[in-house]
Nanobody, 120 residues
Framework: QVQLVESGGGSVQPGGSLRVSCAAS????????MGWYRQAPGKKRELVAV???????NYADSVKGRFAISRDNAKNTVYLQMNSLKPEDTAVYYC??????????????WGQGTQVTVSS
C-alpha cells in the first residue's frame, strides 16, 4: 500500500558531496517523522538524521555540520544532502517514515536502501 523509493546514492571521493532522496507513495493520509538511517558492513543500523512534519531536525553527532535533512511535504519526499563525505560514511542508507494510512493508524515504513561509497 505504501512504498518508499530511494534514489541518488553512488560513489564519491572523500570531501565530495551526494544527495539522496526518498519519495513515499501509495495510500497516505499523513506523514509524520521522516528520517535516514545507515548500516555499514558488520555494524548495526544507526540513525543519521530525522525531520518532523513541522520541520524540526535531529542529527547523529558524527554528521552534524556536514549533512542536512529536508523534506517537501507536497511531494512526500525527504532529502539528505551529504557534504564533506568521509570514508566512514560508507554504508547502505535507508529511508524511514512514520505514515498514517488512516487517521491515527501510524505504521513505520522502510525503503530498500541505497549504497553510498566514499573512497579515493
Amino acid at each position: 500500500q505504501v512504498q518508499l523509493v530511494e534514489s541518488g546514492g553512488g560513489s564519491v571521493q572523500p570531501g565530495g558531496s551526494l544527495r539522496v532522496s526518498c519519495a513515499a507513495s501509495g495510500r497516505i493520509f499523513s506523514i509524520n517523522a521522516m528520517g535516514w538511517y545507515r548500516q555499514a558492513p558488520g555494524k548495526k543500523r544507526e540513525l543519521v538524521a530525522v525531520i518532523t512534519a513541522g520541520g524540526s531536525t535531529n542529527y547523529a553527532d558524527s554528521v552534524k555540520g556536514r549533512f542536512a535533512i529536508s523534506r517537501d511535504n507536497a511531494k512526500n519526499t525527504v532529502y539528505l544532502q551529504m557534504n564533506s563525505l568521509k570514508p566512514e560514511d560508507t554504508a547502505v542508507y535507508y529511508c524511514n517514515a512514520l505514515i498514517e494510512t488512516i487517521r491515527f493508524r501510524e505504521t513505520n515504513y522502510w525503503g530498500q536502501g541505497t549504497q553510498v561509497t566514499v573512497s579515493s
